[in-house]
């Protein structure tokens, strides 16, 4: 018997072809690259299952990310109230610390796959620019970032499922990351090339 597949994949396919990673990374998605370096972080820590490590999470572009564009697309209900978006970043870190665990003990975990998307001809992203790609990142943006950290070039047909839902907006989060910090010119312009390679 079929196994059923959650909510979020239901309207979708197994990949066909293995997909460039950083195609889906560069130039729109820079957050799965913040998330890579939170990753790095984890993987530094003494202890990242502290109050301490939360705290330090937070001032990173991590919490960035997370105060900036995590909040206000899914969680909008809690902008505004500062408590309830530390409780529900601290509640991130642990999971986000839990899933990097498991991917060090055991790898890739197929019950799990990345969804991606496809746009409608002509979608603009959320700043406007048409940036056309045959598919682009949707779902799984924390896994993603532990291939891109663990070095991998493709994503595999097995790793991904395709959803039959077309996008009419495209995300743009690299805008709004690279303008909330300060980020290098040499890294912005090597993080954009990555899409050419």
Do not use: K
Not at 137 to 158: E, F, K, N, S, T
């Amino acid at each position: 018997m079929r196994a059923r597949w959650p909510a979020h994949l239901r309207h979708s396919r197994r990949g066909s072809c293995p997909v460039p990673l950083w195609s889906l990374v560069s130039p729109l998605r820079y957050d799965v690259v913040v998330r890579a370096q939170f990753f790095d972080m984890v993987a530094a820590a003494a202890d990242p299952d502290s109050p301490e490590f939360a705290t330090q999470a937070a001032a990173s572009p991590y919490g960035a990310w997370f105060r900036l564009i995590a909040v206000p697309r899914f969680q909008p209900q809690l902008v505004g109230d500062q408590s309830r978006i530390d409780t529900a970043f601290r509640a991130r870190v642990t999971s986000a610390v839990a899933l990097w665990r498991a991917y060090e003990a055991n790898g890739w975990d197929a019950q799990h796959p990345i969804l991606l998307r496809r746009a409608v001809p002509g979608a603009r992203t959320t700043t406007g620019q048409l940036v056309e790609r045959p598919l682009y990142l949707a779902d799984g943006c924390h896994r993603l970032a532990l291939l891109l950290r663990a070095g991998h070039v493709y994503l595999q047909p097995d790793q991904y499922r395709v959803d039959s839902r077309r996008l009419r907006v495209v995300p743009d989060n690299t805008s709004v990351l690279m303008q909330a910090f300060d980020v290098a010119p040499e890294a912005r312009a090597a993080f954009l090339a990555m899409s050419a390679g």
